[in-house]
């Protein structure tokens, strides 16, 4: 069963999950650096909607069906008037070049089949003078820590397709952002806050 089928099929149950994972903060403060034309990449059930104003210019896309009918649901719910939703695959984006102001991702690259590939096609619709903001887990600067990651990595890869061994912050530094910086928010150096500018 391909990673996209799996999403579609726990969509339920990874929305209720993600209701009540302690990150809501982190993701409120990254919607609130994004502006002009977004575009949230891995938008899923549209767990970070309620972040949004209500007339944001977003565009929201994501390779599973079963999230993406989550996420209209809540983008009726929330009336948001001036969203587009698309079953699109963040490697093979379809915008045309320096298309957005700000793209945002939250907990993606883990799941990307090609990450370089992904976060290259971020960098190449993102317009010259915006910010992607990332919030992602990768594997650690602490060898400790990721002997733990590498036995969960076992039953992550095998029931969703995850990666919990992606060097993320290293791709995003080397896809040609003119600015990275990055700070650690949770288990230490697996969960990072990352801003690159073009």
Do not use: W
Not at 80 to 89: A, E, P, Q, R, V
Not at 99 to 114: A, G, L, Q
Not at 129 to 147: L, R
């Amino acid at each position: 069963m391909q990673t996209k089928d799996k999403y579609s099929r726990i969509a339920k149950l990874f929305d209720k999950i993600e209701q009540n994972m302690p990150m809501k903060s982190l993701k409120e403060n990254a919607v609130q650096m994004l502006n002009g034309k977004i575009l949230e990449v891995g938008i899923g059930s549209g767990a970070c909607l309620e972040y949004y104003p209500k007339d944001a210019d977003l565009t929201g896309i994501d390779f599973s069906i079963g999230m993406l009918e989550l996420a209209k649901k809540k983008s009726k719910l929330l009336d948001m008037k001036n969203i587009t939703l698309l079953d699109m695959d963040i490697e093979n984006m379809s915008f045309e070049d320096e298309s957005f102001d700000s793209v945002f991702s939250s907990c993606v690259f883990c799941t990307v089949p090609n990450p370089e590939k992904g976060i290259g096609e971020v960098y190449r619709v993102l317009k010259k003078g915006g910010k992607a903001v990332f919030i992602e887990h990768m594997k650690s600067e602490n060898e400790i820590i990721n002997i733990a990651l590498r036995f969960l990595n076992i039953f992550t890869k095998l029931i969703l397709g995850t990666s919990l061994l992606r060097e993320t912050e290293k791709t995003i530094k080397n896809a040609g952002f003119s600015k990275v910086t990055s700070r650690n928010i949770m288990l230490g150096d697996v969960v990072r806050f990352i801003v690159a500018e073009k």
